[in-house]
């Protein structure tokens, strides 16, 4: 098989590697997954934290092993770079859209400078009501926010624009 | 598998350098760990442990960095749990106790009020590791510094008692803020060559954040005044040891755990 091919399937085997957290999420949807190339026979694949102390990383990187492993790719070396810093701007369409179908609410335009008080305009992902408020900053984990829909009542997690 | 039980200090400028920052946020993040399940409402429980996770997280970079800097094959656990109390030179500020919520808020607005522009700052140092560890590093703490002026807002707006308890926690935390600007000798150098930066340039930016919370919150904004200093040189306060016999109680009872 040409080296082109090769690098072709070991793509498809990280990119099918999902999110520990958010599983509807695979770590190419996140942006996570940077980039996938051959050395000779060893894979080496390229992930970036989403947030310095996501605890997901290490669980990433053994799956991302794993689904290599059975594909047939028997050495694999993952490294983990920081720069350029991860940003909610990768985060594919694909991605945003099988968020809004899971219940949460996807990063909301694009990211930039925060005002010190400033908050995002974030619509229901049940209803699609913009009449919606921000229970707290941090959620359940460390790239969601909770909120709560005034319209319909239903409390949800966004996905924070970082 | 047996490991060292005293790490030494680093004797690059460098590694010293990522070192200190890297204590400041290590050991504020084990302070906001400590509110774990003890948080005043489950939301602020999250919030707590959030931003403990991404202190931490910027820790574990520091320290790994300042492992391949020094080149003796120490890796960021050594650093983190292995040294002696005078070998860590966070500022004074990050080892208070947590007290009451307002003494936690003010502590992390102070910090994170100076932490911000000092990571955007620092997006621009000449040193690619150092630029890579800032550029995460000021979009999580501007979370913290949001957070934070908010709670400030409620406590010294809110009641008789929040205002008071906020206002205590300001006498009490405002003279450990000076240590935030503090330089050392071997820092000059990294600065001049423009691998850190002039804490001095980030006052103006401080001030105007504090003055401008303090003002929203109805307190006046304190001038000036002594100033305790020691914890970059290694002089800690007493609380240190006692946070150490938590930090590094399961590292020393079994060296070279892994789990």
Known sequence: MVNA???ERAWAAAASVSDPEIPVLSIADLGVLRDVQMAGDVVEVTITPTYSGCPAMNMIQVD?????????FGLVQVKTVLSPAWTTDWMTQDGRDKLLEYGIAPPAGSAGRRALFGQDVVACPRCGSSNTSRIAEFGSTSCKALWRCEACREPFDYFKCH | MSAALIVEAPT????????RRADDALILGHRLSEWSAMAPTLEEEMALSNMALDLIGQSRSLYSYAGEVEGKGQKEDDFAYMRRERDYQNILLVERPNGDFAQTMLRQFFFAAFAYPYWLAMMR????TLA?????SEKEIAYHLRHSSEWLLRLGDGTEESHRRLAEALVELWPYTGELFAVLPDETALIQSGVAVDPDSLRGEWEGSVREVLERATLAMPSGGWMHQGGREGRHSEHLGHLFAELQYVPRMIPGAEW
């Open chain 1, 64 to 72: 991302i092993e794993t689904a290599l492993a059975v594909a047939g």
């Open chain 2, 12 to 19: 690059s400028a460098l590694a010293r350098y990522a070192l």
């Open chain 2, 125 to 128: 140092s000449t040193d690619a």
């Open chain 2, 132 to 136: 890579a560890i800032a550029a995460k």
């Open chain 1, 5 to 7: 091919d090769l690098r």
